[in-house]
């Protein structure tokens, strides 16, 4: 089960930026990495918000991030992924997860959890 870490989340007022960065903890290829979010709150079901694949960069995103949130790896070292976070909300309050080696933004699609990075936007 390959090891993920994510890092760089804060706290921002609303309309500013964040970026999250992603990587396996030895380099392990994994063919997409996938992002979702769990908003604080006892009963929050986890939403996926960006997906991007390895080898052609391919990315999709879900609506309530479109056009804000961008999804890219670093071309010298694909290992590493980023979730660009612009023009943020207060929904955008969450527990950010990264996931590796699906094709889905379900969460149910990935059996294995880390503890993800928190983000707050104060509006």
């Known amino acids: 089960q390959v090891q993920l870490v994510e890092f760089g989340g804060g706290s921002v007022q609303a309309g500013g930026s964040l970026r999250l960065s992603c990587s396996t903890t030895?380099?392990?290829?994994?063919?997409?990495r996938a992002w979702f979010r769990q908003a604080p709150g006892t009963g929050s079901e986890r939403e996926g918000v960006?997906?991007?694949?390895?080898?052609?960069?391919?990315?999709?995103y879900a609506d309530s991030v479109e056009g804000r949130f961008t999804n890219s790896q670093d071309n010298a070292n694909k290992d590493m992924v980023y979730l660009q976070m612009n023009s943020l909300k207060p929904d955008d309050t969450a527990i950010y997860y990264c996931?590796?080696?699906?094709?889905?933004?379900?969460?149910?699609?990935?059996?294995?959890w880390g503890q993800g990075t928190q983000d707050t936007v104060s509006s």
């Open positions: 996931e590796a080696d699906g094709n889905r933004l379900r969460p149910q699609d990935y059996p294995v």
């Open positions: 030895d380099n392990t290829y994994t063919y997409s």
């Open positions: 960006a997906l991007i694949y390895r080898d052609n960069g391919a990315t999709f």
